[in-house]
T-cell receptor, first 113, second 113 residues
Framework: QQQVKQSPQSLIVQKGGISIINCAYENTAFDYFPWYQQFPGKGPALLIAIRPDVSEKKEGRFTISFNKSAKQFSLHIMDSQPGDSATYFCAAKADTGGFKTIFGAGTRLFVKA | ETGVTQSPTHLIKTRGQQVTLRCSSQ?????VSWYQQALGQGPQFIFQYYREEENGRGNFPPRFSGLQFPNYSSELNVNALELDDSALYLC????????????FGPGTRLTVT
C-alpha cells in the first residue's frame, strides 16, 4: 500500500515532442505528489508538485495531471528538449506523520535532437 | 545561501567494515532525511532527524544509524557493511519536519566489495 508505481521505465522522444510519464498509488492518505528530476551524478531536484484538490498544475513546459478517483497522476513535458534528458521520479507523501516520501522507480528520458 | 553538501563523493569499503557519511544542510533548515538509492531505482527513505532527534525511520536495520548536530549537519553511519549496501546515499534538508519541500545533496556513492 506504500508503493508508487511508475511507467514507463524508459522513454525516447523526438525534440519538440511531448513526454508523458505515469504514476499510480494505493495509499489514499497521500496528499502531496512531487516530481523530481535527476541528472547523472546529481541528487534529485524538485520539478513540480501537486495536491489532490486540483486536477492539473502547469509550470512552464511541465504539467501534472491528477486523477484522484483513479489514484493516478502523470507528468507531461511539452516541447521536449535534449536538455530534458534525465531520470524522472514521481513521489508521494502524506501530511500526517509526513516525514516519509515514497518514490517511484524512475523513468529514464532521452530526447533525441 | 548554500545548498546541501555531502562528503565524501565516492567511497569504497570492504564487507564487514563501518562507514560514516556526512551531510551539511541548506542554511536555515533544521530537518534532514537520508535516502538510499540503489542503481536504477528510486530513493528509499532511511530516516529523518529533526532538532537532533530521530523523527521517523524506514525499513532499514539498526546497523543504519544517524546523528544530527546542533548546527543541523548530519551523519549516516552504517555498521557491518554488506554487498547490498552499495548504493548512492542522499541526504535532503527541509525547513521544518513537516515541510513537503526537500532539497537533495549530490549524494555519496558507496561501493562495498
Amino acid at each position: 500500500q506504500q508503493q508508487v508505481k511508475q511507467s514507463p521505465q524508459s522513454l525516447i522522444v523526438q525534440k519538440g515532442g511531448i513526454s508523458i510519464i505515469n504514476c499510480a498509488y494505493e495509499n489514499t492518505a497521500f496528499d502531496y505528489f512531487p516530481w523530481y528530476q535527476q541528472f547523472p551524478g546529481k541528487g534529485p531536484a524538485l520539478l513540480i508538485a501537486i495536491r489532490p484538490d486540483v486536477s492539473e498544475k502547469k509550470e512552464g513546459r511541465f504539467t501534472i495531471s491528477f486523477n484522484k478517483s483513479a489514484k493516478q497522476f502523470s507528468l507531461h513535458i511539452m516541447d521536449s528538449q535534449p536538455g530534458d534528458s534525465a531520470t524522472y521520479f514521481c513521489a508521494a507523501k502524506a501530511d500526517t506523520g509526513g516525514f516519509k516520501t515514497i518514490f517511484g522507480a524512475g523513468t529514464r528520458l532521452f530526447v533525441k535532437a | 545561501e548554500t545548498g546541501v553538501t555531502q562528503s565524501p563523493t565516492h567511497l569504497i569499503k570492504t564487507r564487514g567494515q563501518q562507514v560514516t557519511l556526512r551531510c551539511s544542510s541548506q542554511s536555515g533548515h533544521n530537518t534532514v532525511s537520508w535516502y538510499q538509492q540503489a542503481l536504477g531505482q528510486g530513493p528509499q527513505f532511511i530516516f529523518q532527524y529533526y532538532r537532533e532527534e530521530e523523527n521517523g525511520r524506514g525499513n532499514f536495520p539498526p546497523r543504519f544509524s544517524g546523528l544530527q548536530f546542533p548546527n543541523y549537519s548530519s551523519e549516516l553511519n552504517v555498521n557491518a557493511l554488506e554487498l547490498d549496501d552499495s548504493a548512492l546515499y542522499l541526504c535532503a534538508s527541509s525547513l521544518l519536519a513537516g515541510s513537503h519541500e526537500q532539497y537533495f545533496g549530490p549524494g555519496t556513492r558507496l561501493t562495498v566489495t
